[in-house]
């Protein structure tokens, strides 16, 4: 089978960016966004990689957006879909629709930290050591099973911006050494 890698994303897009540099870039169908601002669908579009939004303010409830990024997912018949840096939660219908093709990349030693603001939870916590989990997603907010972690010790002094950045510049590795696993595991 070839694979068909589909990647959301919502915010500037830097950890996608490393994606798209790498080997994995050939597999890739399309670049989606629940936010039509989002730097990361320049950067798609910079690589020659069709885009699409489902722009969550355009829906007043969440079940509609939900069916409307279900639909836009189906069009590209992924085999993989990479969460990276999507903000918001995939609903069950799609999760199970998509069981064990969605990975989600999350700035946090899971089951440490889940949830929006895990760099920020981390130094709240006094932690010394956090990192980053790329994970199977299921119907829970970052609890599926892990595929792989990457540590990062936390600096004296570090606050949200500096310690996320580093946890990034580890985080776009990991993300790329994995999801070119599954792309060669495919074909
Ligand atoms: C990454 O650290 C990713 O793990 C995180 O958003 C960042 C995206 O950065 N995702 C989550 O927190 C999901 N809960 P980017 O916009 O620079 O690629």
């Known amino acids: 089978m070839t694979a068909r890698v589909l990647l ?3 915010g500037s897009g830097s950890v996608l960016q490393a994606v798209l540099d790498s080997k994995a870039r050939s597999a890739i169908v399309a670049v989606g966004s629940d936010r039509s601002d989002a730097f990361a669908l320049q950067r798609a579009q910079h690589a020659g990689i069709e885009v699409f939004t489902v722009d969550f303010s355009d829906y007043q409830e969440r079940a509609a957006w939900s069916e409307a990024l279900r639909a836009a997912i189906d069009h590209y018949q992924p085999t993989l879909i990479v969460l990276a840096g ?15 093709r ?12 889940p949830g929006a603001h895990a760099i920020r939870d981390a130094l709240a916590a006094g932690v010394r050591v956090t990192g980053c989990t790329v994970h199977w997603v299921d119907e829970g ?26 946890v990034k510049a580890v985080e776009r590795d990991l993300l790329v050494s994995v999801v070119t696993r599954l792309i060669e595991k495919t074909e």
């Open 8 to 10: 959301l994303a919502s």
């Open 86 to 100: 999507f903000m918001r939660i995939l609903d069950p219908t799609t999760v199970r629709a998509y069981r064990g």
């Open 102 to 113: 969605i990975i989600n990349t999350h700035p946090a030693l899971l089951p440490s930290f």
């Open 141 to 166: 907010v970052d609890t599926g099973p892990i595929i792989d972690q990457a540590a990062v010790r936390v600096q004296d002094g570090d606050d949200e911006p500096t310690l996320h950045e580093r």
